[in-house]
C-alpha cells in the first residue's frame, strides 16, 4: 500500500511538473488537459498545486535571503564599527547606511506617497497618488487587504 501511494505521490508531482511547463509555455488549461490526456479540471488543479508549492519555496528562499542580509549588515556594522570608534568618518557614514538598509529590511520605513510624474517633473493627469505602505510579509498584507476589503 505504501509502494503505491508513493507511486502515486510521484506521479502527481510529474503531472503538475509538466502541467506547470506547459501553462508557462502559454497553454490553455483545455491544451494541457489534451497534452496530458487528463480532464481540464485535473490539468487546472496540477497547475494550481504547482503553483502554490512555487508560492511556499519562493516565501522560504526570501525569509532565508532576509535573514542573510540581516547578518551581513550586522557584521558590516560590526567592522566598521572598530574603525568609527577611532574617529573614521568614512566608517561612520558605512554605519549609518547599514542601520538604514536594515531598518528597510525589518520595515520601520513610514509609507511613502507616489506621484506619477513625466521626465520633467510635471503631475501626470488621471493618474493620482498612490501610497505605498511601509515593506511587510506578504502574509500580513494579505490579512491587512482581506480586513480593510471586508469593513468596505
Known sequence: MAMETSKKHIKNKELQRKALELRTLGLSFQQIADQLSVSKSVAYRAVTKALGEVEEE???LAKLNKTLDLQRLDWIIR?????????DLQAMDRIMKAIDQRAKIYGFEAPK??????PEGEEISGHGVVVVPAPMDLEQWLEEYQTNKDEG
Open 58 to 60: 519562493t516565501r522560504q
Open 113 to 118: 506617497k507616489v506621484a506619477y510624474t513625466t
Open 79 to 87: 567592522e566598521a564599527m572598530k574603525l568609527a570608534l577611532k574617529g
